[in-house]
Nanobody
């Protein structure tokens, strides 16, 4: 399994921004960010898949236009830029990786993930 270590979480007021980082122990083409709020199921936020020189991204409807997923392959690092944050974005955010063949939407579904980070907390106050 790939080892994943997140950083960059914290507390911010509504409308603010944060950037999460995830350092991976090795390159994996399919990576994603998930989040889990207390009492709720873990949900996919954004995913990225690199196929040759082409990069595919997919976002949950709740974060489209506000969050951007990206990666630096040279550093084996995944990022999530979060802008216009809302109180409902408050959750533990997890970095995820998978080597399974899947459709784009499956990349946002927890059962298709092979490796998880330990999580980083994001708290947005109103």
């Amino acid at each position: 399994q790939v080892q994943l270590v997140e950083s960059g979480g914290g507390s911010v007021q509504a409308g603010g921004s944060l950037r999460l980082s995830c350092a991976a122990s090795e390159y994996t083409s399919r990576m994603a960010w998930f989040r889990q709020a207390p009492g709720k199921e873990r949900e996919g936020v954004a995913a990225i898949n690199s196929a040759g020189s082409t990069i595919y991204t997919i976002y949950a409807d709740s974060v489209k236009g506000r969050f951007t997923i990206s990666r630096d392959n040279a550093k084996n690092t995944l990022y999530l830029q979060m802008n216009s944050l809302k109180p409902e974005d408050t959750a533990m955010y997890y970095c995820a990786a998978s080597r399974r063949p899947m459709t784009p939407i499956q990349a946002l579904r927890a059962p298709y993930i092979d490796s998880w980070g330990q999580g980083t907390q994001v708290t947005v106050s109103s």
